[in-house]
């Protein structure tokens, strides 16, 4: 069900694609592992990458995914220590202390990120030994939701106002936005920074009843035909994307009534500011679930728009790639004695127990995301099939993350 959810949401890509500081390493130069470095594409004058490549301790790992490097044109680079969206003579650190910017309390250092506990200080260890710590320490995978609606806007408030940083940014249109290499301690999740990845996917939020005018802001009907079951949170979609049942890839979950015949479709991030990060204009705006999801989070009512199916596809990739390239992050959510994924922060011994994927709500108990319309079973389900496919498959031309290419490059050995 979860594969052939995904199949008729997906869309064609449309290229081939405090805690303390260390001083600033320079970010290691990208090597390609063996396998991949074989392959057609290796001339002697480099390596002409396929646009899906995320970067683990210097080398490429495929995923499937478009993917946007802190090192290509139109990225967001988490190394830089100026603010990026300010005026030309106010980007410079000695202006960001004169100025304040910062939500740091006396910021003592312009970085953004950290060094992990347990990776050797830069230039101390071979690029093996980084792959080797990594696997041993990175543990888990955390989803955040940006409240910033675009990735543009998410890495301005993060670098340029609150001085943190996450490893990936998820846009609206399934972009992945890559701004660290995963070795680096990025600043996203508290507790969980040393032992996690993290991702901030594109998305304006979860809302109790009376806070909830941001999604009137972002959402409009789309004026498709859906015929909906009041309710159950189960819908057919009428037309050229076929029928689907939206409620069965998740819990069960009963939707607002705002809209009662229509689909949601995304409207601010296509104007404006924010228009301008979105790469591919084209992409489907339409929510993945046709209402403002209602659920439970922290034993609080919230109301929520769902992802885009762009960024569900991309999300399924990236988790596929990371759960096979850093084996200790299992491809599963923290649950209850229930089997359903949890809704609350988990107590210290299950946090410092769990390894797997996990949202910013299991981290901190006054976070909610990524909120109660995330499709866990959906992300975990096809994700785990991804991964099926490729431990079957030697071919690199698949577009995907191979096994084989990850122990090739020493990855998993």
Not at 78 to 99: K, L, N, P
Not at 106 to 127: K, Q
Not at 236 to 248: F, K, L, P, S, T
Not at 382 to 399: E, H
Request: one cysteine or more; hydrophobic letters at 40%.
């Amino acid at each position: 069900m979860a594969l052939a959810l995904l199949a008729a949401c997906r869309q064609e890509p449309k290229a081939a694609p405090k805690e303390e500081r260390a001083e600033a390493p320079v970010a290691a130069p990208i090597q390609q592992s063996p396998a991949v470095a074989a392959l057609p594409e290796w001339t002697a004058a480099g390596l002409a990458r396929r646009g899906d490549e995320i970067v683990i301790a210097g080398q490429y790992i495929h995923t499937g995914a478009r993917v946007v490097l802190w090192t290509d044109e139109g990225g967001y680079n988490a190394y830089r220590t100026e603010r990026r969206f300010v005026d030309a003579g106010e980007e410079s650190w000695e202006a960001t202390q004169a100025a304040g910017a910062l939500g740091r309390a006396v910021p003592a250092t312009p970085l953004r990120y950290g060094t992990r506990a347990a990776i050797p200080l830069p230039g101390t260890a071979e690029p093996a030994r980084e792959r080797a710590a990594l696997r041993s320490c990175v543990d888990q995978f955390v989803i955040h939701y940006d409240v910033a609606g675009t990735s543009r806007a998410c890495f301005r408030t993060l670098h340029d106002v609150r001085g943190l940083s996450v490893h990936f940014m998820l846009d609206v249109d399934g972009t992945i936005y890559q701004t660290l290499d995963i070795k680096e301690k990025a600043w996203h999740a508290t507790i969980a920074n040393d032992r996690s990845v993290g991702i901030e996917i594109a998305n304006i939020g979860a809302y109790p009843d009376a806070e909830a005018a941001p999604l009137v802001r972002w959402y409009e009907a789309a004026g498709e035909n859906v015929q909906v079951e009041a309710g159950t949170g189960k819908a057919e979609w009428r037309g050229d994307r076929g029928n689907q049942d939206v409620g069965a890839h998740g819990s069960p979950r009963s939707f607002t009534t705002s809209i009662t015949s229509q689909a949601a479709r995304l409207r601010a991030p296509l104007h404006g500011w924010a228009a301008l990060a979105v790469r591919d204009p084209a992409f489907n705006p339409l929510a993945a679930q046709p209402f403002a999801v209602r659920g439970e989070v922290q034993g609080q009512s919230l109301a929520m728009y769902d992802l885009t199916c762009a960024q569900y596809d991309a999300l399924i990739h990236l988790t596929a790639a990371l759960c096979t390239a850093l084996p200790n992050i299992a491809c599963d959510g923290p649950r209850g004695n229930d089997g359903r994924v949890l809704t609350r922060v988990l107590s210290p011994e299950e946090f410092a127990a769990y390894r797997g994927i996990l949202g910013h709500c299991h981290v901190q108990r006054n976070k909610i995301d990524p909120g109660p319309a995330f499709q866990w079973e959906w992300v975990i389900q096809a994700a785990r099939t991804l991964m099926q496919d490729q431990a079957r498959t030697t071919d690199q031309d698949s577009g995907g993350l191979s096994v084989q290419a990850v122990q090739s490059s020493g990855l998993n050995q």
